[in-house]
């Protein structure tokens, strides 16, 4: 080669290797690929939530400090209690001062415990005396007229009771039978039911119809009037025996008991029974106990009372009083 050409190409070779060796300094950037951003940062997780970088000359905001509640404003209000006391207060009292007395059983501690007690049972005695003084002058709540606690007027209820009870009973005697539903085979109590209505038949003149549920006449061979039920046990809902049934012709007929029963007790389902038919009157019926009957009181006769008693007591008694008056009156038969 002339000497004249390789200057040039030495100077072209000097100048591309200077380019080359300024591009291995500067890294080339690659060309953007999506999620290249994500590969590049994968150790930071997912950061998609994060705030943006701020502008520059833009302040960060400072963060707030927590609100810190004072003392007063945590703890949660005491109830207030009630007047010091009241036994609304000493209901509240009594077990806490107990609950001490035993965590902590000193002087002071139990002595606090017992005068509450004793202060609660001080509270009961001015009721009870108070009671005794109101009630004496209040006829309709004077439980002495239900049943006199003194032996004569007791027993003078109970006489009365006993002799209506006969009376009565006889009566209904004239006026309708008793049915015995039974079993000629396997009824055990059978014979007992017998036993209670031969004496019901005895001292007042009822007249049993033994009535046969599995077509066998009774053991022992009582009452030959034996008749075979044909779907009357059913209707009144007789699944087992022995059961009585009051008959009042001509077609009333009413459960007694559906076991075995005593005399004594068949009475007085008897009168019951018969006061439901209409046999004997409410007034008559009362008349067999001996719990005096001074009026029971109808909760629909004090519907206009007021609500809250201890708001207005004076007029809560007033009704309560005009509604047992009421009730003793209907049931002595003075008025409806």
Request: with cysteine; aromatic share 6%.
């Amino acid at each position: 080669m002339h000497p004249k050409s390789f200057a040039p190409l030495l100077l072209a070779a000097l100048i591309s290797g200077q380019v080359l060796a300024d591009q291995k300094k500067q890294p080339q950037e690659d060309p953007p690929i999506a999620g290249s951003s994500f590969y590049a940062d994968q150790e930071r997780g997912w950061f998609w939530y994060e705030e943006p970088e701020p502008e520059p000359g833009e302040k960060e905001p400072k963060p707030e400090a927590p609100l810190v509640a004072s003392p007063a404003e945590s703890a949660p209000a005491e109830p207030e209690l009630p007047p010091t006391g009241s036994v609304a207060w000493l209901q509240i009292m009594i077990p806490k001062l107990k609950e001490a007395a035993i965590d902590d059983p000193s002087e002071a501690n139990i002595k606090a415990y017992f005068y509450a007690q004793r202060l609660m049972m001080d509270k009961a005695e001015r009721f009870s005396r108070s009671s005794m003084e109101t009630l004496k002058n209040e006829p309709m709540l004077d439980e002495d007229l239900r049943y006199p606690t003194t032996n004569a007027a007791s027993a003078g209820l109970a006489d009365a009771a006993a002799k209506q009870k006969e009376a009565l009973l006889s009566m209904i005697a004239g006026n309708a039978a008793l049915m015995l539903f039974f079993k000629g085979e396997d009824c055990v109590l059978c014979t007992q039911a017998v036993a209670a209505l031969a004496a019901l038949e005895h001292r007042y003149g009822f007249t049993i119809i033994p009535v046969s549920m599995d077509g066998n006449p009774l053991p022992g061979g009582q009452y030959t009037n034996t008749q075979y039920d044909s779907g009357l046990a059913a209707h009144l809902g007789i699944v087992t025996t022995p059961a009585i049934a009051m008959v009042v012709p001509p077609n009333d007929v009413r459960i007694v008991s559906y076991s075995t029963i005593s005399m004594e007790s068949a009475g007085n389902r008897i009168l019951h029974a018969a006061k439901d038919i209409g046999l004997i009157t409410e007034q008559e019926y009362n008349a067999t106990s001996r719990l005096a009957q001074i009026g029971l009181i109808d909760p629909k006769h004090i519907a206009d009372a007021p609500q809250d008693p201890t708001q207005a007591p004076e007029d809560f008694v007033m009704k309560m009083r005009e509604a047992a008056t009421r009730a003793f009156d209907i049931q002595q038969g003075d008025s409806q």
